[in-house]
């Protein structure tokens, strides 16, 4: 054993190289592949084609997610495209007999949200899945990143996959967080001051008090918007927060076996004086409710702040910034702040679980939507919105009037019936607010959940903080 | 035959946007196919055409002057966004064999080099001045080497560019990752019998 200091993450990949060769990018060994319809389909043939087998279809799970509808579910899919898919990935999984969780199945819903509350994701692991928020999964202190499709074939046929080491990058918060400011909040506040290629080729560990204070959920909103800022993933060292999460989740290891492992688990930390490559401090103090206003993620500002001028962005990225404000009907300069919305949509990989749902039903309580918008409330999975319903959360979502859907990735990237039509602004707790992400022609504000539930009952943009 | 990637000289089309992400590059509605073919038709779907799928004339894929490029060049973060390799595949299937920008995204990166398509990163400058010769004359051949890793403009202006030794490798002989890795099978199964 080396004596120098490691960081967590080169002790997890390290502990995983099958082979490191001169020249070569290392062949990681991955405990824990979770697979869905959209990128799973074509990996498959090619198994087809070689005559192979899956490796060990114990170490991968799948769901369907993207395609589906959030209405009706019991009803076959409407669209055929979607339809197809979802029906190939229940053939592929029959055929190499991987465990689907299918539409209606107690389990079912978004991939990132399933494999956390099921406790199928536990610290210490290599996680790998065709969607590039497979970073989520870094929040209980694993290695977990996105994948397309070639590599889900080399995860299916080898439990390995061929991948260059990332450099590592620190980022530590310190302080505490205001009142009504969020994981959320936190995150799109990071994407803002480092750019949305600000981690490209690192790999993110998540530090400091702020970090620390966050609940398991806040922790999967921080780790999933990673790839926000082009980092390859993002990792927070497993605490007692971590531990107390997994207790007692359908696959996590139970009784004494669990209390073993927790000991295990408790000495995966990055070593004091471990060396990386670029460390990066904030404060959480200086955070406020945040808001995008552009076309990438790194587009955002305080609720109260204004977009940046034209004098404010470099000359040479002018071009692209101005492309972006038309799209989103706005001007350099503006305040975004009484701005009204059309759409709210609390959903995704990033906001959708049950302490989001939480979060926007204390605050919508005894509150009416505002009239003439629309507002979404889709739970990440059926175990959310079965845990929402014993809760009562739905009776005050549709009090207020508001949609409450069933699970999936829905109107967060336009490929399901859920889309925001051209034009119309969303505010949405999603992760994404690219051109047509939300529906051809849509125009994505992104949010925390307290921020979409202020907007839900306003109609309009504001802060949260005036309201708590 | 197995495809291969050596040297390819060539027309470029420009697209000197930044941070173009992989939902503009093919956009989700359009991930709904099971095999890989296809995908070419609906490569900047909704940059290429307009609500009622006529084609918008000044985007630059639209424009006949470009036909022939096989070549893209396209602003500094490409391929930013979701891991979806189907951008890759709508890049090659629309005939590019080369993406020339001044930084890539991680996942997009992996993915075009598992599909010829060879993403060559050069610094701002290079870029810069490659549109400038572009849009000087649109007809501008660039070379790119992939043996010498070397990107050459019309007037002799080159610059080299890096690659992992092993994916060079794979591109230049048609090699597959996957045989790779099947062939350390013995490896991989003793690696976790020992977990």
Excluded at chain 1, 59 to 77: G, M, S, Y
Excluded at chain 1, 259 to 279: S, Y
Excluded at chain 2, 8 to 36: G, H, M, V, W, Y
Excluded at chain 2, 99 to 113: C, E
Aim: proline share 5%; aromatic share 8%.
């Amino acid at each position: 054993m080396s004596n120098t200091p490691q960081t967590l993450f080169d002790k997890i990949w390290d502990s995983h190289v099958v082979k490191s060769q001169e020249g070569y990018p290392d062949v990681v060994f991955i405990d824990r592949h979770f697979i869905h319809e959209v990128t799973s389909p074509q990996a498959f043939d090619g198994l087809r084609k070689r005559g192979a087998k899956v490796f060990n279809i114990n170490r991968t799970t799948a769901t369907a997610d993207h395609n589906v509808p959030t209405k009706d579910q019991h009803l076959p899919i409407r669209e055929a495209l979607s339809r197809h898919q979802v029906e190939k990935l229940r053939e592929n999984c029959k055929e190499f007999g991987i465990e689907l969780y299918d539409l209606l199945h107690p389990f079912q819903g978004i991939v990132h949200v399933i494999g956390p509350e099921l406790g199928i994701t536990q610290p210490g692991m290599t996680i790998v899945c065709g969607d590039s928020h497979t970073s989520t999964h870094g929040a209980f202190g694993n290695v977990a990143f996105g994948i397309g499709t070639s590599e889900v074939e080399q995860v299916l046929t080898t439990q390995c996959i061929i991948q260059s080491k990332p450099k590592k990058m620190l980022i530590e918060v310190n302080g505490t967080l205001e009142k009504g400011v969020t994981a959320k909040d936190l995150i799109l506040y990071i994407i803002a001051k480092i750019s949305a290629a600000g981690a490209t080729g690192y790999f993110v560990e998540y530090a400091g008090e702020a970090i620390r204070n966050l609940t398991m959920e806040g922790r999967m909103t921080v780790c999933n918007m990673s790839i926000e800022m082009g980092a390859r993933g993002g990792m927070i060292a497993p605490d007692e927060v971590t531990f107390e999460y997994m207790r007692g989740r359908r696959f996590a290891p139970q009784g004494e076996e669990f209390d073993r492992k927790v000991e295990e688990w408790k000495q995966l930390k990055t070593d004091e004086g471990a060396q990386f490559d670029v460390v990066l401090t904030f404060d959480a103090a200086d955070i406020k409710p945040m808001i995008t206003y552009g076309t990438n993620p790194g587009m955002g500002i305080g609720v109260t702040d204004h977009v940046p001028t034209l004098e404010e962005i470099p000359a040479t990225e002018q071009p692209s910034f101005q492309k972006s404000l038309n799209y989103m009907g706005l001007q350099p300069g503006e305040s975004l702040l009484g701005k009204a919305i059309d759409y709210v949509f609390i959903g995704s990989c990033t906001n959708a679980r049950i302490e989001d749902l939480r979060e926007v039903a204390e605050f919508v309580k005894g509150k009416q939507k505002a009239d003439g918008i629309e507002v979404w409330i889709v739970p990440g999975s059926n175990q959310v919105a079965e845990q929402a319903r014993a809760e009562g959360l739905d009776k005050v979502f549709e009090g207020a009037g508001f949609e409450l859907r069933g699970p999936g990735c829905s109107a967060c990237l336009g490929m399901n019936e859920d889309k925001v039509p051209a034009g119309k602004y969303a505010v949405s707790t999603s992760n994404r607010n690219f051109e047509g992400r939300q529906g051809p022609g849509a125009r994505t504000l992104l949010v925390s959940p307290l921020t979409a539930a202020v907007a839900a009952v306003t109609g309009k943009v504001g802060d949260i903080r005036e309201l708590v | 035959m197995k495809e291969t990637i050596t040297k390819l000289t060539s027309q470029a089309a420009p697209l000197p946007i930044e941070n173009i992400d992989t939902d503009q590059i093919i956009p989700a509605r359009f991930l709904k196919a099971t095999t890989r073919e296809g995908f070419g038709d609906n490569l900047f779907r909704d940059w290429r055409y307009n609500s009622d799928n006529t084609l918008k004339a000044d985007f630059v894929l639209n424009d006949p002057t470009y036909k022939a490029a096989r070549i893209l060049v396209a602003g500094k973060n490409f391929g930013m966004g979701s891991s979806r390799e189907h951008a890759a595949w709508a890049i090659h299937d629309y005939g590019f064999s080369v993406v020339i920008s001044s930084f890539f995204a991680d996942i997009f990166r992996n993915n075009s080099l598992n599909n010829f398509v060879l993403p060559v990163q050069v610094s701002d400058e290079f870029l810069a001045k490659t549109f400038a010769v572009i849009e000087a004359d649109a007809q501008a051949q660039i070379t790119v080497d992939l043996e010498n890793q070397q990107v050459t403009l019309p007037d002799g202006t080159a610059t080299s560019f890096e690659i992992n030794p092993y994916k060079k490798n794979c591109l230049m002989n048609g090699y597959d990752d996957i045989d790779y890795l099947i062939s350390l099978r013995p490896e991989i199964e003793a690696f976790q019998a020992a977990l």
